[in-house]
């Protein structure tokens, strides 16, 4: 089993590419089921999530050629197969198969996917989607383990308000609805940039969607969908990510190729706290930063602060001045890293869904396991600044999400290896 051995103290001089993001490339991916037309995609991330959704995309009969995966580029062909069941041992792997639902019941009429099962960082369900598409027309039913659904008459454009927001239902149902007879009005979507992404990514198909604002849209059904040659956006995430790595220890950091848009929110935070940044349109140079301020936050669907960054952020805060708060709203269970930082020296107590940030002096190198993705980069952040050397592992958990991250460390002066 592979590990990451990190020795801290090394400050990070030097540029980082962001890749494309993994969030908008599996929905993308996904929508090529509603055209026999090539999806040519590029900026797409070479990550294990991607691996995985291209298998389950093969195993429906598209036809994925990742010859340019090098250049991060694929190209997308569905076949038009008998083939319409997600099988458990692909879905298992990673719970946004689901979004092949939408797309395949749109096209196909009928789809069977594998319920994805549990979660490390909680329960993710499917609920929401199938209320969705029964709504559209559909009729469902669960048979050992498999969401079985038909709509032989195809789906019928309708209203639907989500009971809570969803960023795969989002998806899922937005998709569905593309090849729908009629006008769909759906209501409380989520607006994440990979939401839109996505969307985007559909009219260039030949889609028919209006964002009307209040978390509401309108999409109006089309007999068919075109291919279409498609840029996938930078990684917020991953961007965020490594602007932490630079307040956290780097000399000069210059964060490139980027969407200063999509990261404004939490930036306008971290400039609150007073980190030594410059911003420009589509990178960002950082520099070491004392943390004097206080924060309490709240994950929250975008705008809000996304939690997808809660266990970075919670690193960069144990290194301030100050006592900090960060309340999970998101996932019940996504407080799994706090035990691990602690190992290395953090000062975390968890109550409930608060998680309370008391400063320490420094992390300290230490053998320790990723728990899931975010968790895994928070314990390369600690490492990175620790007093010795630090071991990950379950590093499988990073490659789902962080392309080459050891990689693009390494080219900016940090000790860390694969092994």
Same mark, same amino acid.
Not at 66 to 92: F, G, H, T, W
Not at 168 to 182: D, F, Q, V
């Given at each position: ?17 962001? $890749? ?20 040519? +995609? ?38 038009? %197969? ?14 946004? %198969? ?6 395949? +019941? ?7 996917? $594998? ?17 969705? +598409? ?31 927001? %969803? ?61 279409? $040659? ?23 950091? +210059? ?155 390494? $080219? ?8």
């Amino acid at each position: 089993m592979q590990k990451i051995i990190i020795n801290g103290g090394c400050p990070l001089n030097g540029s980082i590419h962001i $890749s494309g993001s993994k969030n908008a490339a599996l929905p993308i991916m996904s929508a090529c089921i509603l055209t026999n037309d090539n999806l040519e +995609l590029s900026n797409i991330p070479n990550l294990d999530d991607v691996n995985t959704m291209s298998k389950v995309l093969s195993s429906l009969g598209v036809d994925v050629n990742k010859d340019n995966i090098s250049e991060n580029k694929m190209i997308l062909c569905y076949k038009d %197969s008998e083939q319409s069941i997600a099988e458990y041992d692909l879905v298992r792997k990673m719970r946004a %198969s689901i979004l092949v639902l939408g797309p395949l +019941l749109a096209r196909k009429r009928e789809a069977a996917v $594998s319920l994805p099962g549990g979660c490390a960082i909680g329960d993710r369900p499917v609920d929401i989607h199938i209320e969705a +598409l029964q709504k559209l027309g559909a009729e469902f039913s669960l048979d050992q383990g498999y969401i079985k659904c038909k709509a032989s008459k195809g789906l019928v454009g309708c209203k639907i308000d989500f009971p809570k927001i %969803s960023v795969g239902a989002s998806e899922n149902i937005i998709m569905a609805a593309c090849l729908a007879k009629g006008e769909s009005q759906i209501n409380n979507i989520a607006i994440e940039p990979e939401v839109i992404d996505l969307v985007d990514c559909l009219k260039s198909m030949g889609a028919k969607i209006e964002l009307t604002g209040n978390r509401t849209i309108l999409v109006q059904g089309v007999d068919e969908m075109k291919g279409t $040659s498609y840029s996938i956006i930078p990684d917020r995430i991953e961007t965020l990510t490594y602007v932490i790595a630079g307040a956290l220890t780097a000399e000069n950091l +210059l964060i490139k190729d980027i969407n200063i848009s999509h990261i404004q929110n939490v930036l306008d935070l971290l400039l609150k706290l007073n980190i030594n940044v410059d911003v420009r349109s589509n990178e960002i140079s950082i520099k070491k930063s004392l943390i004097n301020e206080s924060i309490e936050l709240d994950t929250e669907e975008f705008p809000g602060f996304p939690t997808d960054l809660q266990a970075q952020m919670m690193v960069l805060m144990s290194l301030g001045k100050k006592k900090s708060i960060i309340r999970e709203n998101i996932f019940e269970n996504r407080f799994m890293h706090v035990s691990e930082l602690n190992r290395m020296g953090g000062n975390i107590e968890i109550s409930g869904k608060k998680a309370i940030i008391h400063p320490c002096e420094n992390f300290l190198g230490a053998q320790v396991m990723a728990t899931d993705l975010r968790a895994s980069v928070s314990l390369v952040l600690a490492g990175l600044v620790a007093n010795g050397e630090t071991t990950l592992n379950r590093v499988y958990h990073l490659d789902r999400g962080y392309e080459n991250i050891e990689t693009k460390l390494q $080219s900016c002066g940090a000790d860390i290896k694969r092994i």
